[in-house]
């Protein structure tokens, strides 16, 4: 492999060219300023956003005494965890409980610390404020159900209990640790 500031040469002469041209040129700079992040985009050089790595780590389908939202309601929630080392920002990820509807809650705008959680209140209530707690639009069946949780314009879910999770009981969440399920 070629020593990284040999291929780099051409490429820092490049940039330089574009960001200070020559005083003929400089009508040319919007142009220019816009031509050069796409390059370096394209060639891999500038960071790019991190894929967040997330998946539904647990969930509760009977809240008889543990978390309240703002109303004062104990409702169902679940929670949704950020493995990457990065932090990951959910616009567009969608949870369902229906496997013919995959997109049927779809999250807001909100950043996910890496390897933080962020609790989802599964109410039925609908709510995607991000300054405020998030409520899906369907609340979870203690009998058990289908639960998946999909990247933006996936067709696998990146998390699914299929064909249902097992039956709850109250006050007893139920997840993955380490890929095996729990409770």
């Given at each position: 492999?070629?020593?990284?500031?040999?291929?780099?040469?051409?490429?820092?002469?490049?940039?330089?060219v574009?960001?200070?041209?020559?005083?003929?040129?400089?009508?040319?700079?919007?142009?220019?300023?816009?031509?050069?992040?796409?390059l370096?985009?394209?060639?891999?050089?500038?960071?790019?956003?991190?894929?967040a790595q997330?998946?539904?780590?647990?969930?509760?389908?009977?809240n008889?005494?543990?978390?309240?939202?703002?109303?004062g309601?104990?409702?169902?929630?679940?929670?949704?965890?950020?493995?990457?080392?990065?932090?990951?920002?959910?616009?567009?990820?969608?949870?369902?409980?229906?496997?013919?509807?995959?997109?049927?809650?779809?999250?807001?705008?909100?950043?996910?610390?890496?390897?933080?959680q962020?609790?989802?209140?599964?109410?039925?209530?609908?709510?995607t404020?991000s300054?405020?707690p998030l409520?899906?639009?369907?609340?979870?069946?203690?009998?058990?159900?289908?639960l998946?949780?999909?990247?933006?314009?996936?067709?696998?879910?990146?998390?699914?209990?299929?064909?249902?999770?097992?039956?709850?009981?109250?006050?007893?969440?139920?997840?993955?640790?380490?890929?095996?399920?729990?409770?």
């Amino acid at each position: 492999r070629a020593d990284p500031a040999v291929r780099l040469a051409p490429l820092f002469h490049t940039a330089r060219v574009l960001l200070y041209p020559h005083p003929s040129m400089v009508r040319r700079m919007p142009i220019r300023r816009f031509v050069l992040p796409c390059l370096l985009a394209l060639l891999g050089f500038l960071p790019a956003t991190a894929r967040a790595q997330v998946s539904i780590s647990e969930f509760l389908a009977s809240n008889s005494t543990g978390l309240t939202d703002s109303d004062g309601d104990r409702p169902d929630w679940t929670e949704s965890r950020n493995s990457s080392g990065s932090p990951g920002n959910l616009l567009g990820w969608s949870r369902t409980d229906d496997p013919i509807l995959p997109r049927k809650w779809v999250f807001p705008s909100v950043q996910v610390p890496a390897n933080s959680q962020i609790v989802v209140f599964a109410s039925g209530k609908n709510r995607t404020n991000s300054a405020a707690p998030l409520h899906t639009s369907f609340s979870l069946s203690v009998n058990g159900e289908y639960l998946a949780l999909f990247a933006p314009e996936a067709t696998v879910p990146a998390t699914e209990f299929a064909p249902e999770y097992p039956p709850q009981r109250a006050d007893v969440s139920y997840g993955f640790r380490s890929g095996r399920s729990y409770i």
